[in-house]
């Protein structure tokens, strides 16, 4: 079993930075490839970025392509999201995911593990 835990949320104005990270214990695979997602209140889950097992291969939503980046240190199992230029908007519980295997995907459907999440606050 693989635990994911999020750290790195909190409140900020709006135009503000945080940078996400999320470590990985127990079993850990030779590689897998993880993601970022985001659930506002009543909206359903939306996909943020995901990033291959190599980091050569990223992916980002429409809504924060530009502002957000995804990264990862395979040698500490942490992937990041530094999120840069916050809007209202990205206010959401943010959470992680892993799979076992190369390739990143945007569905949730692909990702076998999840964490608990992070609140992300933006004032206006």
């Known amino acids: 079993q693989v635990q994911l835990v999020e750290s790195g949320g909190g409140l900020v104005q709006a135009g503000g930075s945080l940078r996400l990270s999320c470590a990985a214990s127990?079993?850990?695979?030779?590689?897998?490839?993880s993601g970022w997602f985001r659930q506002a209140p009543g909206k359903a889950r939306e996909f943020v970025a995901a990033i291959s097992w190599s980091g050569g291969s990223t992916y980002y939503a429409d809504s924060v392509k530009g502002r957000f980046t995804i990264a990862r240190d395979n040698a500490k199992n942490t992937v990041y999201l530094q999120m840069n230029t916050l809007k209202p908007e990205d206010t959401a519980v943010y959470s992680c995911?892993?799979?076992?295997?190369?390739?990143?995907?945007?569905?949730?459907?692909?990702?076998?593990?999840w964490g608990q999440g992070t609140q992300v606050t933006v004032s206006s």
């Open positions: 127990g079993r850990t695979f030779s590689n897998y490839a």
């Open positions: 995911a892993a799979r076992v295997g190369t390739y990143a995907y945007i569905d949730a459907d692909k990702y076998n593990y």
